[in-house]
Structure formats: structure tokens, C-alpha cells
């Protein structure tokens, strides 16, 4: 119905289409919620079942889920996830004559299985339900609802380590050997197609490289990735906290180095960095950016791959995930650590005495950001 004089919205239907948005926003908690809880039930690998991606109902995939629950268990609560994350583009739903819902996995889905797509390794190998697991276990999610705190008060402690008995983030999983775990494999699970693609694109970075220092390299896995692909490169430090690298696996021609990217950054022809930057705040990043200049040689880069917020803000799925990512910061890692734009990179950088500053735009989430000696 259109709107008296003015061509404009019927201000009814107005009104009643945001309070049907909010009553989403309101409820969104749900989604994440509900992911969580079918990659912990297995419910991906369980319709994946090595590439077949069948379409099978809550009944059919019961007795497949990792334990599967007792042979009476009613299915509808596991339909009314699947048909949640349907809505959110996991899941195609299959609605058969009679009234059946079966379920397969989108391109969306297909991510949370390691042996689909570009990821493989088998069902246990990478893939984004690590860091679904990640994110979402209880240290992590005990922080949420203190988030005001960090608008009360910016220069306090972040919403986990107020949640969490004033212990950071990074503290909690050195301290407790399976978030460590779960850490190292979120990590790589998110990290390795896009070291498949940047790799693909981008190699040309370390062109004359012997030795790369990966700063912050969690499992060493990027760093490894760097080394098969680019032989030129014949040696790789893989530098990160004591206790993470004291977990990493070993690979040939890798050495694993334990310390403090604040106090000093071991030297390399090429630092790569990735997934860092943004966890802290502008100080502390000059301060990693200084260790990284004073570890490199003339003319040496920093390779850092790291998300760059927009200038503008819009409603698209690019400018969400990275608003979203920022908030997330926010509350887990540091109150003042954030997203930031090209020019604020471009400013840390030149500010510590890089010369040359470059950002590459060819993934939708991480920006390629290269400071030049
Ligand atoms: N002070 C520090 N010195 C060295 N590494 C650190 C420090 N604080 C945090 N880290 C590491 O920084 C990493 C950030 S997560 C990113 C991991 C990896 N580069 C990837 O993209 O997949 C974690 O592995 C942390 O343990």
C-alpha cells in the first residue's frame, strides 16, 4: 500500500518491517549458536561423507553424528538447526512430495569439511570448523556480554580477561594445552586456502628470499606452505610464543624460535606476518613493525596479510565480516587492538621507517600489505 502523498513507504509497513529486523538482530545469537552446535555434532562430515554430499534428513543423519545419540532420539531439534542454517545459506534444503526435509551442504557448508574443496587432508584434516569450535568455546563466549565495559571504560582490560580472572587471551590458551590445540588448528583450518591462493598470486614476493621469518606463524604451517612453493626460499623461522612453538611440528629446513615479538624479532630477508596486526593496539604495533625493520636487511619487506576495514560503511557480506572481526578484537584480544584502514597501515608503517608502503586487494577478507625498508 503506498503512502499518502509522497510516493514513500506505507509508514504501517515502515514500522512493521523494523520490528520484524529487530526481532532478528535481537535473536541473531541463535545462528552462531546453532553452527556451533551442528560442527560439534559432526552434522557436516556426517552429509559430506568423502564428496558425496547426499542429501540426508535429521533422522538419516542421527545415527551418523560423532557419538551418535541412542536410536530412539527424536530428530526435530537437530531439523530446526538444520532449517536455521539453511535460511543462512549452510545447507540447501531438499523439501521432498511428502514433507521430507533433507539437507546437503552449499559451497558455505562445504567449508566446515576438509576434504571438500581446496582444503583437503582427509575428514580430520583443515577446515573452518576448528575455528567455529574456536570462537565459540566457553572462555571465549563468557566475554560477550561484558562488551559494554570496553565503551565504559577503553583503557581497561579487555571483556575476556575480565571474564576470565584478568587472564588475556593469549595467556589462557599457552596456559591450557587443549585451546592451545584448538587455536593452532582454527588457525590453520581459516589460513590454509588462502595461502593456497595467495601463494597462487602472489609468490613473486619473495623473490630472492633464502630465509623468511614468519612472525606469530602458530603450527608453522604457513610458513611451510611458503617454503614448498617458492624454492628459492631454503630456510624458515617460525616464530611465536614459547608454548605454541613448542607444540609445532617439526618439517625440514624450519626452525621453531620461542619468544616476544615486543622484545625481539629474529632476522630473515623476509618477514611474513599474518593475522597479527590487528589483535593490537597502535602502539604495540609500532612496536612489532620497529622489531620487524631492525630484523631485516636493506631494502627488506614485511609481507603482512591482515583484514582492512573500508573507508565507508555498507550493509555488503565484505564490510560486515570485517566490522564483525573487528568487534570481535575488541572483546577477546584488546580493547584499543582493531581493524584499520590502508591509510592508518600505511601511516604505523612509515611512522616505524619503512619507505614503501603497498596494500594488494585479491582476497575478500585479508588485505596483502607489504612494508618496504
Ligand atoms: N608476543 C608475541 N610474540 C610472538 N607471537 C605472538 C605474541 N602474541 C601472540 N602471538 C601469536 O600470534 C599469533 C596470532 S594468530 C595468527 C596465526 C597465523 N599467523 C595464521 O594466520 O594462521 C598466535 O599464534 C599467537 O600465539
Redesign the pocket.
Known amino acids: 500500500m503506498a503512502a499518502a502523498g509522497g510516493g514513500g513507504e506505507d509508514p504501517v509497513e515502515v514500522q512493521k518491517k523494523a520490528n520484524l529486523a529487530m526481532m532478528e538482530l535481537s535473536n541473531m545469537i541463535a545462528v552462531p549458536m546453532s553452527l556451533h552446535a551442528v560442527v560439534r555434532l559432526n552434522v557436516p562430515a556426517a552429509i559430506w561423507q568423502s564428496g558425496t554430499n547426499s542429501p540426508l534428513s535429521a533422522a538419516e543423519i542421527l545415527p551418523l553424528l560423532r557419538p551418535p545419540p541412542p536410536p530412539s532420539t527424536d530428530p526435530g531439534n537437530l531439523q530446526r538447526l538444520l532449517r536455521l542454517l539453511a535460511s543462512h545459506g549452510v545447507f540447501t534444503e531438499h523439501l521432498s512430495p511428502s514433507g521430507v526435509r533433507r539437507f546437503s551442504l552449499t559451497p558455505v557448508g562445504q567449508t566446515l569439511v576438509s576434504a571438500a574443496s581446496s582444503n583437503g587432508g582427509g575428514e580430520d584434516g583443515p577446515s573452518y570448523a576448528a575455528y567455529v569450535l574456536q570462537h565459540h568455546q566457553d572462555a571465549l563466549v563468557r566475554a560477550w556480554p561484558r562488551l559494554h565495559e570496553a565503551v565504559l571504560d577503553p583503557a581497561g582490560p579487555e571483556p575476556f580477561a575480565r571474564a576470565n580472572g584478568g587472564t588475556p587471551a ?1 595467556a589462557y ?2 596456559g591450557d594445552g587443549e585451546a592451545n590445540e584448538l ?2 588448528r582454527a ?2 583450518g ?2 590454509k586456502p588462502f595461502m593456497d591462493a595467495f601463494l597462487n598470486g602472489h609468490a613473486a614476493a619473495f623473490a630472492g628470499v633464502r630465509t623468511v621469518v ?5 603450527s608453522g ?2 610458513l611451510r606452505a611458503i617454503m614448498q612453493r617458492v624454492p628459492t626460499v631454503q630456510r624458515g623461522v617460525n ?3 614459547p608454548e ?1 612453538v613448542a607444540k609445532a611440528p617439526k618439517y625440514p629446513g624450519m626452525t621453531h624460535v620461542g ?4 622484545k625481539a624479532i629474529p632476522a630473515g630477508d623476509a618477514i611474513f ?4 596486526l590487528m ?1 593490537w593496539t597502535d602502539e604495540e604495533c609500532m612496536l612489532i613493525l620497529k622489531n620487524c625493520y631492525k630484523a631485516l636487511p636493506e631494502k627488506g619487506k614485511v609481507i603482512a ?1 591482515e583484514p582492512v576495514l573500508p573507508e565507508e560503511t555498507d550493509n555488503s557480506q565484505r564490510t560486515r565480516a570485517l566490522l564483525e572481526n573487528d568487534i570481535f578484537v575488541m572483546t577477546i584480544y584488546r580493547v584499543q587492538g582493531r581493524g584499520r584502514t590502508e591509510e592508518e597501515f600505511r601511516q604505523i608503517g612509515l611512522s616505524v621507517g619503512f619507505s614503501n608502503f603497498k596494500a594488494f586487494y585479491s582476497d575478500h577478507f585479508y588485505t596483502i600489505l607489504e612494508f618496504q625498508k
Open positions: 593469549y590458551y599457552g587455536m593452532q588457525m590453520w581459516v589460513s614468519d612472525v606469530g606463524g602458530s604451517d604457513c616464530f611465536d610464543l605454541v619468544g616476544d615479538m615486543f606476518m599474518k593475522w597479527v589483535t596479510c
